[in-house]
């Protein structure tokens, strides 16, 4: 449940902004994708403490049915991953708008790979508890975010080149393009 969960989240999280910076950045010259790649990094570190507190907040206030139920997991360790995968989850934007599919598959194959690697070893020679196989899943979100970071593709740098007419034209193209992701995903 904490990774389908998260992963539902994730694409309400980045649905807004990914699409938009896809599109506006393909065309941009230097300055304005600057602008817009801060502008994508900006509304998403919001929209990620925006959830990070609704979710503290119900597992506070609704402790007793968040502990027995099957999310128990998700409200114990979402606020953790939201931010650890934020660098991740950015540089997938920042790097399909650039068509650097090569750089995003390896990300992928660091994050993926080296979680399913983990578990084919759990299963065939560990067999460690459910405990253990998150933090693993959370080291690899780790691994995965500090590369991103290190090559410079989640533009984290450009932070302080945000501008409130960029932000505007992600989130107003953003708005649109999330419902129609969410109604696609949904029925499938």
Do not use: C
Not at 18 to 24: K, L, P, Q, S, W
Not at 110 to 138: D, E, K, Q, R
Not at 146 to 166: C, E, F, L, P, Q
């Amino acid at each position: 449940m904490l990774i389908t969960t998260a992963n539902f989240l994730d694409m309400l999280r980045f649905g807004i902004t990914r699409t938009a910076i896809v599109r506006f950045l393909a065309g941009a010259e230097e300055k304005e994708a600057r602008q817009l790649i801060g502008s994508n990094y900006v509304i998403n570190l919001f929209s990620t403490l925006i959830l990070v507190l609704i979710v503290l907040a119900v597992r506070y206030f609704f402790y007793g049915a968040v502990s027995t139920s099957g999310f128990v997991l998700f409200f114990k360790w979402f606020p953790l991953l939201a931010l650890i995968n934020l660098p991740f989850n950015n540089a997938q934007s920042v790097l399909q708008a650039k068509m650097r599919f090569d750089f995003m598959l390896i990300l992928r194959i660091i994050n993926v790979g080296g979680f399913m690697l983990f578990l084919l070893v759990n299963f065939f020679f560990l067999h460690v508890s459910l405990t253990i196989i998150v933090y693993a899943y959370l080291l690899t979100n780790i691994l995965t975010s500090i590369v991103a970071m290190i090559s410079n593709w989640d533009g984290i740098r450009y932070i302080a080149k945000a501008t409130k007419a960029s932000n505007k034209m992600i989130l107003d193209f953003g708005k649109y393009s999330t419902g129609t992701l969410i109604g696609s995903n949904l029925l499938k």
